[in-house]
């Protein structure tokens, strides 16, 4: 449940005692901000990424998800805004040993708006770190795109993809 404004049930100015419901609605709030709409996912396998070739990467496992943000079992590579609002996304891409060449990440917003997260020249075990914030519509989705061109498939694992809600 988002933020409810207080003052829609109960002006102060207008009567002398707040019915109940106003109070439900602070209470509810203050709740809401100690569990803002957030998860963290990630994904316990690599992923074989082509040369030159974008690749969405998927999360099979949850650290946490406190919203129904995320699904295990269909739309796998998806986190699901279900409430308004801007978010700090976060990515963390560990990429197999080879030094050749360059790896990218992104983010990909409803599967076509793309926000660079890192882009780096490869070197050993290079690990990709980054975050945005993003202003969410309930039922956008996003995803982390990863791309790389060592002339040949490598590997990527998706450590923690994480969506905070940070504000309306």
Request: charged share 15%; hydrophobic share 35%.
């Amino acid at each position: 449940m988002g933020y409810v404004d207080p003052n829609t049930i109960h002006n102060p100015a207008t009567s002398s005692v707040a019915p109940a419901s106003w109070g439900d609605t602070v209470r509810d709030d203050l709740e809401w901000l100690v569990d803002r709409p957030g998860c963290a996912v990630y994904n316990s396998a690599t992923q074989n990424v082509n040369t030159s070739s974008n690749t969405v990467l998927t999360a099979d496992s949850e650290l946490y998800d406190l919203d129904s943000m995320h699904s295990t079992v269909s739309n796998t590579s998806r986190i699901t805004a279900t409430t308004a609002g801007k978010y700090r996304i976060a990515a963390l891409v560990e990429w197999d040993t080879d030094a050749t060449g360059r790896r990218e990440a992104e983010l990909l917003v409803n599967g076509s708006t793309v926000h660079t997260l890192v882009t780096a020249t490869a070197v050993s075990g290079l690990t990709l770190n980054g975050s945005k914030i993003l202003t969410l519509a309930a039922g956008d989705y996003v995803e982390v795109r990863v791309w790389q061109n060592s002339g040949t498939t490598r590997t990527a694992t998706l450590r923690q993809f994480s969506a905070q809600h940070v504000a309306r």
